[in-house]
């Protein structure tokens, strides 16, 4: 079982930025749980996951 990151869908898991009432749509799907921090423009998802630090690859924690 993965650990959920604390931070996850509270603050930007890149910059620790919190996430704001007014917070973009990641894409237009209905289904789609991520959202995207207003001050790096990283995605975060619930789980804590982020587009930037995934692409960079320091907080992969597999498939
Ligand atoms: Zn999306
Ligand atoms: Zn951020």
């Not at 603050?11 to 990641?26: A, E, G, L, T």
Request: a positive charge.
């Amino acid at each position: 079982m993965k650990p959920v990151d604390a931070r996850a869908g509270k603050v930007c898991s890149n910059c620790n930025y919190r996430r704001q009432i007014d917070n973009r749509k990641h894409c237009p799907s209905r289904t789609c749980t991520w959202w995207k921090c207003l001050r790096c423009g990283a995605s975060n998802d619930e789980a804590g996951r982020n587009s930037v630090v995934d692409l960079q690859g320091r907080s992969k924690r597999g498939a």
